[in-house]
């Protein structure tokens, strides 16, 4: 294998846990269907390495990384695992079983990265501290994101380069018999992740729907673009029939009006959408055991915490010392929680809260 190849092979896992992108990463490029598709097209077969990284995302089926534990890198057992199916022509099975233990040390990194990030929540708060919006994001993205590039490219680097040689080797010398087992075990592997799916669908109400989609599936022969389409139909009925109103928040969550005089602005739709957009790339740029998405959710924040006292350092740091306390949600529902619960007087447009105005968040 090249350094090239091996250098790409290394960003792409660097690109899967990174905080760029929209968040695709995180939830998309992360998942080794993914991964190992993108893997395939650098190496040169991508059709192998969707199959194989479908494979290995079925032994993850019911991943979920809940309070910061991560069962196991599937990022790393999806771009690692194709890597070696490939480069060594490994049958899909044995690349599964081996792609495993790759999982698993990657969860050393995870740790060491959620360990050390909490230095860099001492530097934030002495900026909170002094209301220093300007610089928030050097340490809720820069440096964090330069720990996690040195974190993740040098192992994966490593493996891929000088791993996959050594491997054919191992394998060649242990022979058919383990590798026998090792395939066998991979075989079986799938079973576990669609049980931990079967476990999530059967507590609630969507097994009716599980069952209706097998029905669909099985006896009507719908094709799975079909099915995804009528899932969305049905679901848009199911929440019509459960008096859930679509579009309900509306151009009022934004503004009121008062009297023909004045106008209670409560934020300008621009900085609400920056918010959003921080929230969405950066809620987990600064991932720690100490505060979760704590500096996430202070700098998703800052436009607002701006756009209210741009002049007034005592109120900014008032607010981010509030907001970058421990806080931990899910990430692309997290995105409904920074929302401000209060209108604010003062002159039309400006966003500028009035006297006797006091801004409130809810946590």
């Given at each position: 294998m090249s350094i090239l190849t091996a250098t790409l092979l290394s960003l792409l896992y660097f690109w899967g846990n990174s905080a760029f992108v929209l968040g695709v990463n995180w939830w998309t490029v992360m998942r080794p269907l993914v991964s190992g598709f993108l893997a395939g097209v650098i190496l040169g077969d991508p059709v192998k390495g969707a199959m194989v990284?479908?494979?290995?995302?079925?032994l993850?089926?019911?991943?979920?990384?809940a309070g910061g534990a991560l069962p196991s890198d599937i990022c790393l057992a999806g771009v690692v695992g194709t890597t070696i199916a490939i480069t060594g022509n490994l049958p899909v099975e044995t690349a599964m079983a081996l792609a495993v233990p790759v999982g698993l040390l990657g969860t050393i990194i995870w740790v060491v990265k959620m360990t050390v990030n909490t230095a860099w929540v001492r530097i934030a708060e002495k900026?909170?501290?002094k209301g220093d919006t300007r610089y928030y994001w050097i340490p809720n993205i820069v440096l964090p994101q330069l720990l996690l590039f040195l974190m993740s490219f040098i192992p994966c680097f490593l493996m891929v380069y000088f791993g996959t040689d050594y491997l054919k080797s191992a394998i060649q010398f242990l022979g058919e018999n383990i590798v026998g087992v090792l395939t066998t075990i991979g075989g079986m592997l799938p079973a576990v992740g669609i049980a931990l799916t079967l476990k999530s669908i059967f507590k609630?109400?969507?097994?009716v729907f599980f069952f209706f989609g097998f029905l669909l599936v099985q006896y009507f022969g719908l094709d799975m673009i079909s099915l995804g389409f009528s899932a969305v139909v049905f679901t848009l009925i199911y929440m019509q029939l459960k008096g859930h109103k679509l579009g309900a928040m509306g151009g009022s969550l934004f503004e009121t009006e008062g009297n023909n005089e004045n106008k209670y602005v409560l934020l300008d739709k621009k900085t609400i959408r920056k918010s959003w957009l921080r929230w969405i790339m950066f809620n987990q740029a600064n991932y720690n055991y100490e505060r979760?998405?704590?500096?996430?959710?202070c700098h998703a924040m800052v436009p607002v915490i701006n756009k209210l006292y741009p002049d007034n350092a005592g109120k900014r740091a008032e607010l981010m010392q509030n907001h970058m306390q421990f806080f931990n949600t899910e990430p692309q529902w997290g995105g409904l929680y920074h929302w401000p619960d209060g209108?604010?007087?003062g002159e039309e447009g400006t966003g500028v809260p009035g006297d006797n105005q006091e801004y409130h968040h809810i946590h």
């Open positions: 990284g479908a494979q290995i995302n079925i993850y089926l019911g991943f979920i990384g900026m909170s501290a609630g109400e969507s097994v979760m998405q704590g500096t996430g959710f209108c604010f007087g």
